[in-house]
């Protein structure tokens, strides 16, 4: 049951550069998506959010764009830099449609950012 | 800037024994969640708890599983009768509002012999 995909395990960026990572989702009654970053023995830590009734969200170097007719979201982080090299997980819930929010989240994808 | 702390960060326990992980949430939020995440797998929803009351909870939280919030800064999570294959990451998670962020702790890792 693979509601929220990552489909990319890894992803190695020069510092400097812009970081796209991406995420898919099936579940069409999802309203509220996440993105964290997570180090190794670390919880993992909350960078940004976007409602469904958005498309695009900011804040500092990280940018998230959802496409809800794709069921597609994405988050950039511009310029990446090497402290940016962690895991990082899409989550989605439908916390606005009545859910206690309990989040979905996809396999994760490693960040590289290399000096 | 506040956190959610959980204790202890690792747990070693016999097959069958009863384990309790704790953790306090963010003083100022409502929302408390349990999840775990077995080695190589997806971070997994176990339980919500809202008003001193379970809210929603998964497939995997089963009778095995309960969960307390003792006092006011508190927020267990017992598990009785271990078995091998609660091997995992256990993370307890806080947030001020349904459509707010949760915020997770950093975890405890609980190995069942």
């Known amino acids: 049951d693979q509601q929220v995909k990552q489909n990319s395990p890894s992803l190695s960026v020069q510092e400097g550069r812009i970081s796209i990572l991406n995420c898919d989702y099936t579940?069409?009654?999802?309203?509220?998506f996440l993105w964290y970053k997570k180090y190794p023995a670390e919880g993992p830590t909350f960078l940004i959010s976007?409602?469904?009734?958005?498309d695009k969200n900011e804040d500092g170097r990280f940018t998230v764009f959802l496409n809800k007719s794709a069921k597609h979201l994405s988050l950039h982080i511009v310029p990446s830099q090497p402290g940016d090299s962690a895991v990082y997980f899409c989550?989605?819930?439908?916390?606005?449609?009545?859910?206690?929010?309990?989040?979905?989240f996809g396999k994760g994808t490693k960040l590289s950012v290399k000096p | 800037e506040p956190e959610v702390t959980q204790t202890p960060s690792h747990q070693v326990t016999q097959m069958g024994q009863e384990v309790i992980l704790r953790c306090v949430p963010i003083?100022?939020?409502?929302?408390f969640y349990w999840y775990r995440q077995i080695l190589g797998q997806k971070v997994e929803f176990l339980v919500s708890?809202?008003?001193?009351?379970?809210?929603?909870k998964s497939e995997i939280f089963d009778d095995q599983f309960s969960v307390e919030r003792p006092d006011g800064s508190n927020f267990t999570l017992k598990i009785r009768s271990t078995k091998l294959e609660d091997s995992a990451m256990y993370f307890c998670?806080?947030?001020?509002?349904?459509?707010?962020?949760?915020?997770f702790g950093d975890g405890t890792r609980l190995s069942i012999l």
């Open positions: 998670a806080s947030s001020a509002g349904r459509e707010q962020p949760q915020h």
């Open positions: 579940n069409s009654m999802f309203d509220y």
């Open positions: 976007i409602s469904s009734i958005k």
């Open positions: 989550a989605a819930n439908t916390a606005y449609g009545g859910s206690q929010g309990n989040l979905i």
């Open positions: 003083s100022n939020h409502l929302y």
């Open positions: 708890f809202y008003n001193n009351e379970i809210s929603e």
